[in-house]
């Protein structure tokens, strides 16, 4: 049903207490009109306006806006404040007089009514009372609170002497003050008031996991049906940064639960509970036994299911540098030295005494004090921390005692320490980067566990997921932080399955393993140099190692190992994007470790080293840079470039010895695109690390590509083909047979290997002129040429040596020739009466020859031919 007003009056949206009493004046003043009701009115304006008897209002749609004439706008001075309204103004073009503080600013004319006062009531009240108006007392009493609440009982700075009037007059109206304040100051009825303050009376501090929450526990009769401008009000009246309050009713209880700290989801914590959000709130019901019960229960599960906040024992590096109370200066500067760190811990008969610095051995070797003690001279008024101390805790020990480093102990053992570097990583960003400084910061979010666990489940089957899942609680048994790491992380960020799974394990990983392969009732293999183990569980090899640092004595040298934490293990990691680590323990499972920058590499595709002396300290990640930057696609980082160049000009290589320079040639050679590998091997002159003759990419076989194809097709076959030997022919085919022969054996090529490839090289050189020499249709020719090569010479000479027409011999060959044999073997013969000796070779091969000309003979045929041939000898 339409309705057709010629006059109406409108409301902004969320229309407040004093727009209604705006609404009663004009009503009083213009008796036709009729009030169009907004999307919404403010709770007090609802709850006080539809109690009174003149209070109807048409909806929206409702109203027939073509016969409207004359429209009052009440505090409306922009489109946005009623744009459905607007619009249909703008369409019919009514008179619109507008009474509000401010010109308006619309898209058609308009007549404005500039009110003197802070409330639109107090001004039209006052016009009103000075034309002789009279006031009904509803109409009294919703003046007053309309003014009160607009201008705060007078107290506003923004009051003008149009409110002060309309207030004089209004104290006429008896109104109670419990009302005024219920209503206007809090924005509350009374009921709502009540539980107000009962909650304020009954809030509780406690501390799961460290958190500061606030708890409110308190019962009610049930009556309040309103509760969310309660808990609103508490929440901003305490300012707490995390909020929990519970309503309880006889069995039945609300919760609502707030989190200011991004660290705290309650619709995670209390998913079982099915909650709700609603605004910033998180909320659910129950029912139990009592409110005491209930107040119990939701303690315990929130004590169960809070993640505790990150403490210590999440950051710290265990396993720190330990140096004597009683040893030199000079052997603390050595172990600084040696292992690359700032600090050590002091240790006076196996219990903590201090922390040493570099920056206290400096001040040491200007006074000429390198052979003294150490322990006299170290600062021993040292704050201790365990490792479940919260990090915020540990920020302001820091600022405190004016100090970079904090012991960590377990009881009297020392655990770990905590500089400002871990403690830089750990602290969170409360508050988003600026937009002008983000090229700068070049930050990048890691991904949560939960998108992790989705990569995961695409890329791996559901049974490695439940695998590393059972190992993380097995460790979380023990005591023991696990961690996988390196290229298994890396491939799994990039969404590539990779089988090779190393675990890092936080202390000593020999015995773990060995735990944990009677736990899953599996074989295991235990390598004492590195204190690694690997256990085999069906086709799945996994390697576990200790959290260790590593020292290189000298260039190219093989690294000594002592136990350490897991931010200094991954920092012997040759890059960054291999430096990265998936916690498995159950508490923090799939949660992403990257101290480095790993992952904002992965996105940006480049290849970083840790530090500068990366390469020179270990040559063999020049190779390694080569091999990851052309598997993955990845450029060299402008500085990663620079110490590249800088370890190529000190050829870094040669003090390598060549079995570890072939080592890393070989991994390049079975890479999925090796002739790119090995083509920037050539063309960053490292290949010259192998044999001063390969200097020049030139010389690398055009169709060193072709091989991976070849070995693909010729699979039918069902034979191993050895595709490295066929690549290592390829490189070395200009060299001659000597020096490829010295280079095999310096490399240390195992044997098998070695024969192939020599006899590939020899094939190459001496084949393709002789199969020039073969007519097409001479098959036994073919045959004899090439019968006693294997498949990888014949593979390198069509990939290497041979035009078409040659390749097309061979790949005959190999196709119909090659498994020509007879049907008779030396048994038979023997069998039959015939001694062996040379004899039985022509017999066989003059039967090969026979079937290579296409006879068919029978293993009877053969029989005979063998025996004729015999007495013709």
């Not at 308190?218 to 909020?243: C, F, N, R, Y």
């Not at 005591?479 to 298994?488: D, R």
Request: glycine content about 6%; some cysteine; aromatic content about 10%.
């Amino acid at each position: 049903m339409k309705y057709n007003p010629a006059e109406l009056i409108a409301l902004p949206h969320n229309a407040d207490l004093d727009h209604l009493g705006a609404a009663r004046c004009l009503l009083l003043k213009f008796p036709g009109a009729q009030i169009l009701h907004p999307v919404r009115f403010k709770q007090q304006a609802w709850e006080f306006g539809r109690k009174l008897d003149w209070f109807r209002t048409l909806k929206f749609k409702e109203v027939d806006f073509s016969s409207v004439k004359h429209i009052y706008l009440v505090g409306i001075s922009q489109t946005r404040q009623n744009p459905e309204l607007i619009e249909e103004i703008s369409r019919y073009n009514p008179v619109v007089t507008v009474f509000s503080d401010r010109a308006p600013i619309f898209p058609f004319g308009c007549e404005t009514l500039l009110c003197q006062s802070l409330s639109l009531t107090a001004w039209l009240m006052n016009q009103l009372k000075d034309a002789g108006a009279k006031f009904s007392n509803d109409d009294m009493q919703l003046f007053k609170l309309s003014v009160i609440e607009k201008t705060w009982a007078g107290l506003s700075a923004k009051v003008r002497p149009e409110d002060n009037r309309a207030l004089t007059f209004l104290q006429k109206q008896f109104t109670q003050p419990g009302k005024i304040a219920n209503s206007i100051v809090l924005g509350l009825r009374e009921g709502q008031t009540g539980l107000y303050h009962h909650m304020l009376k009954n809030v509780e501090d406690m501390q799961p996991g460290y958190w500061p929450i606030s708890l409110i526990a308190v019962k009610t009769t049930g009556q309040v049906q309103d509760i969310e401008p309660v808990v609103d009000a508490v929440w901003s009246d305490l300012g707490q940064p995390v909020m929990i309050i519970l309503l309880s009713s006889g069995g039945f209880t609300r919760v609502w639960a707030r989190s200011n700290l991004s660290q705290i989801d309650f619709a995670e914590v209390f998913a079982d509970f099915r909650p709700t959000r609603i605004r910033r709130w998180v909320y659910f019901h129950f029912s139990g036994t009592t409110h005491e019960q209930n107040k119990i229960q939701i303690t315990a599960h929130l004590k169960k299911h809070l993640k505790p906040d990150l403490a210590a024992g999440d950051i710290m590096s265990a396993s720190p540098q330990c140096i004597d109370w009683h040893s030199p200066i000079r052997d603390a500067f050595d172990i600084m030295l040696k292992f690359n760190i700032m600090s050590l811990v002091v240790m006076n008969e196996n219990r903590f005494a201090g922390i040493v610095t570099r920056r206290d051995l400096d001040r040491a070797l200007q006074m000429n004090l390198l052979d003294a003690e150490i322990g006299p001279y170290v600062p021993t008024n040292v704050p201790i921390v365990s490792p479940t101390t919260p990090v915020r805790v540990l920020k302001n020990l820091m600022v405190r005692f004016n100090i970079t480093r904090l012991p960590v102990l377990k009881g009297a053992e020392v655990v770990g320490i905590i500089t400002t570097h871990e403690l830089l990583r750990a602290l969170p960003d409360y508050l988003p980067l600026p937009p002008d400084f983000l090229p700068l910061a070049e930050q990048a979010d890691l991904p949560t566990a939960a998108e992790v666990e989705t990569i995961f489940k695409r890329v791996f089957s559901l049974g490695i997921f439940h695998l590393l899942s059972k190992i993380g609680r097995f460790a979380a048994q023990q005591g023991v932080p696990v961690f996988a790491v390196g290229g298994f992380v890396r491939d799994l960020l990039l969404e590539r399955a990779n089988f090779d799974i190393d675990i890092v394990v936080i202390g000593d990983a020999m015995p773990f393993a060995a735990a944990l392969s009677k736990e899953l009732a599996c074989e295991h293999k235990v390598f004492d140099r590195f204190h690694t183990a690997r256990l085999y569980l069906e086709d799945l090899k996994i390697d576990f190692s200790s959290a260790r640092i590593e020292h290189y004595s000298e260039s190219g040298a093989l690294p000594q190992v002592e136990f350490s934490g897991l931010s200094n293990d991954l920092y012997r990691r040759d890059f960054t994007i291999n430096a990265l680590a998936l916690s498995l323990n159950p508490d923090h499972f799939l949660e992403l470790k990257d101290f480095f920058g790993g992952y904002h590499d992965l996105l940006n595709r480049r290849i970083r080293i840790l530090h500068s002396f990366s390469f020179l300290e270990d040559p063999t990640r020049l190779f390694r840079a080569v091999r990851f930057a052309g598997r993955f696609n990845f450029a060299l980082e402008q500085d990663t470039r620079r110490a590249f160049e800088l370890a190529i000009s000190r050829e870094a290589t040669s003090r390598l010895s060549m079995k570890r320079v072939g080592a890393e040639i070989s991994k390049c050679l079975n890479e999925e695109r090796p002739q790119q590998v090995v083509a920037d091997l050539f063309s960053e002159g490292l290949m010259q690390s192998l044999s001063a003759e390969l200097s020049d990419p030139s010389i690398l076989p055009g169709r060193f590509k072709l091989i991976r194809g070849l070995v693909r097709r010729f699979g039918v076959l069902n034979e191993e083909v050895d595709a490295e030997a066929i690549y290592w022919a390829g490189l070395l085919s200009l060299l001659s047979t000597d020096n490829a022969a010295a280079v095999l054996d310096s490399i240390g090529t195992p044997h098998t290997r070695r024969q192939k490839i020599l006899e590939t090289l020899q094939a190459m050189r001496s084949v393709p002129m002789q199969l020039n020499r073969i007519a097409e249709n001479d098959r036994l020719a073919l045959f004899a040429l090439l019968h006693e090569l294997g498949l990888e010479s014949l593979m390198a000479l069509m990939a290497y040596s041979l035009d078409k027409p040659n390749a097309r011999k061979v790949l005959y060959f190999i196709g119909d020739l090659r498994q020509i044999k007879p049907l008779i073997c030396g048994k038979d013969l023997i069998a039959s009466g015939m001694p062996p000796g040379p004899h039985m070779r022509r017999i066989f091969d003059h039967i090969t020859a026979l079937r290579v000309n296409g006879a068919q003979l029978s293993h009877e045929e053969e029989m005979e031919i063998a025996g004729k041939l015999y007495k013709n000898i």
